[in-house]
């Protein structure tokens, strides 16, 4: 009965001192990581929820970026500081999703070392191809890769990312073979899908889109769970044909295990209500995002089944980096 009561009291004062340091909560200026340089889409992203939540914790909100090894330095840091509310983390498919099954000795653990916050939104890819291959349907492209196996290439902006395995997942959800052609970023993939050197590639609807309208490329679906308010006519893979596909890129915020449960339900709320505010929603719907706005408990669910998920692509793949 003593132990029994000694581990309630310990209890009682642990609950109470989350209570107290909630209530105090914040007391400084809070940190947010960024695991990419300045300037792109997770800045932009970062930044946007940053400069919301200062005034609503009554604190700065102090973006940090720290780029480098697709990611890795940003999260190894934020998952070494300290448990307490006052640093944040920008993370993404690649942190959280993809790095992990790629890289046997990655320096943390997506889910022992990080507790979700909110999920701030998903970034479908666009499926493009280039105007010489004879398809307009997702139903079209499996059709003539079934009919040609390995005569159709791909493209991607690096092995292992988020467009290579989009379509590795496409591959495997369709029983196609493509040929995957990968290049050291963006820029390079582009110039020779527009060239007609490679014929498709799944990639980010902001970098895609001015090609579309231009008819230099044409779009056939996008990746998510549904259409984008940017792009309405443009139906999802899963529409297309290829019940029960999705991915894409998604921006979310976690901190650091073991932080304060009322400060990480905090920060959820006010991090979701900013999400879904007219105006970040506007933003973020313009630029062909998704936004969501989720609780902690759904963004933990939702890292949890993306790992699961990236690890039977990557092993049905055979993709490895180390």
Same mark, same amino acid.
């Given at each position: ?28 200026? +809070? ?7 300045? %300037? ?18 009554? /604190? ?32 993404? +498919?690649?942190?959280? %999703? ?51 196996? %390995? ?15 989009? +379509? ?28 007609? /050197? ?40 899963? !529409? ?5 596909? !999705? ?6 915020? +976690? ?9 990480? !339900?905090?920060?959820?709320? !006010? ?52």
């Amino acid at each position: 009965m003593k132990r029994s009561a000694s581990i309630l009291l310990l209890c009682a004062v642990a609950a109470a001192g989350s209570a107290a340091l909630a209530q105090d909560y914040p007391a400084k200026p +809070v940190r947010l990581i960024v695991p990419f340089p300045p %300037g792109g889409g997770n800045d932009t992203i970062a930044r946007l929820i940053g400069q919301k939540l200062a005034p609503v914790l009554g /604190q700065q909100v102090l973006v940090d970026n720290r780029p480098g090894a697709g990611g890795t330095i940003g999260a190894e840091l934020a998952a070494k500081a300290p448990a307490d509310g006052y640093t944040l983390f920008l993370a993404g +498919v690649a942190s959280h %999703g993809i790095n992990p099954n790629l890289r046997k000795k990655l320096p943390y653990d997506p889910v022992r070392d990080f507790n979700g916050v909110s999920l701030i939104a998903s970034a479908p890819l666009l499926v493009v191809v280039h105007p010489s291959l004879p398809v307009k349907t997702v139903k079209q492209l499996i059709a003539l890769a079934k009919a040609r196996p %390995g005569a159709i290439n791909f493209a991607s902006n690096g092995a292992g990312g988020s467009s290579h395995l989009a +379509v590795e997942l496409f591959k495997m959800m369709t029983g196609t073979d493509m040929v995957h052609v990968p290049y050291k970023g963006l820029s390079s993939a582009l110039t020779d899908l527009l060239s007609g /050197q490679v014929q498709v590639m799944f990639s980010s609807a902001v970098a895609m889109l001015p090609q579309v309208r231009a008819g230099r490329l044409r779009a056939i679906a996008m990746t998510g769970n549904k259409r984008s308010p940017a792009i309405p006519d443009i139906p999802t893979v899963a !529409e297309a044909g290829v019940p029960g596909y !999705e991915t894409g890129s998604w921006y979310g915020i +976690v901190v650091p295990a073991r932080t304060p449960r009322p400060v990480i !339900e905090r920060l959820g709320r !006010e991090v979701a209500a900013i999400t879904r505010s007219p105006e970040i929603s506007g933003r973020l719907t313009a630029e062909a995002v998704i936004p969501v706005g989720s609780t902690p408990d759904e963004f933990d669910a939702y890292i949890r089944k993306g790992l699961a998920r990236w690890a039977r692509v990557i092993a049905a793949a055979k993709i490895t980096l180390d």
